[in-house]
């Protein structure tokens, strides 16, 4: 092998590696800044996601407890508990004539019509739903992390979407052009999750109770 070859080996081998350096630079570099990108991400959720749980605090717990008194006390609970909030879902007129009689939508309708401060209750109902399906919003688009709220908010949010169940229902005629549609996908998201762990806690009880039994001292034989 003459000089010149020897000395272009060497160039190229010297090449190849200085490619292969750069490539890791390059490589790295990506890494660390999309590593930075996520984790600014993750604490922008994080912060929006203490956002909205201010925001139900302050904005949502007491319209939605003023909600439930009049329903309470015109007894539209009861009407609505006939039927399990697992089976919610749709959330539209066709669910509605599902799992409710025709006379169960009539008597809700009738209940709620005939409160002296009908009109007054109406405009809470719909500032509140208006309210949360802004805050759902965030949710649903995954801007806010839901596991950082799904804790303190699940059960109040599933039993207060359980108890205006009518209310969006007897709105949503047309599938193609539903009203609260991010409410009814956290709603979905967080009822699931809730069967999930429920599942999750029965199978650790029974687990804990076979156990119990192994670890019991058998019967002295006679």
């Known amino acids: 092998m003459s000089e010149f070859e020897i000395l272009t080996l060497q160039q190229a081998n010297r090449d190849f590696w200085l490619s292969v350096v750069i490539a890791i630079i390059s490589f790295l570099s990506a890494y660390f800044v999309y590593k930075d990108y996520k984790n600014r991400k993750n604490k922008e959720r994080a912060e929006k996601s203490i956002q909205i749980a201010e925001e139900f605090a302050k904005n949502i717990i007491v319209p939605l ?81 839901e596991k950082y709220i799904y804790n303190s908010l699940h059960q109040q949010f599933l039993s207060a979407i359980a108890l205006l169940y009518f209310e969006i229902s007897l709105i949503n005629t047309d599938n193609k052009d539903k009203y609260y549609t991010n409410i009814i996908q956290v709603y979905n998201l967080w009822k699931n999750k809730y069967i999930e762990s429920i599942k999750n806690e029965q199978k650790i009880k029974k687990k804990q109770k076979k156990l119990k039994t192994k670890l019991l001292p058998s019967s002295p034989k006679i």
Request: glycine share 0%; net charge negative; hydrophobic share 40%.
């Open 65 to 145: 407890s003023y909600i439930n008194s009049i329903f309470k006390k015109l007894e539209i609970d009861k009407l609505i508990n006939k039927v399990s909030f697992l089976d919610f879902s749709d959330f539209d007129c066709e669910e509605l004539k599902e799992l409710f009689s025709v006379q169960d939508v009539a008597n809700y309708q009738e209940l709620l019509n005939k409160n002296e401060s009908y009109t007054k209750d109406k405009a809470i109902i719909i500032n509140t739903l208006n309210r949360l399906e802004y805050l759902c919003m965030y949710v649903a688009t995954e801007i806010a992390d």
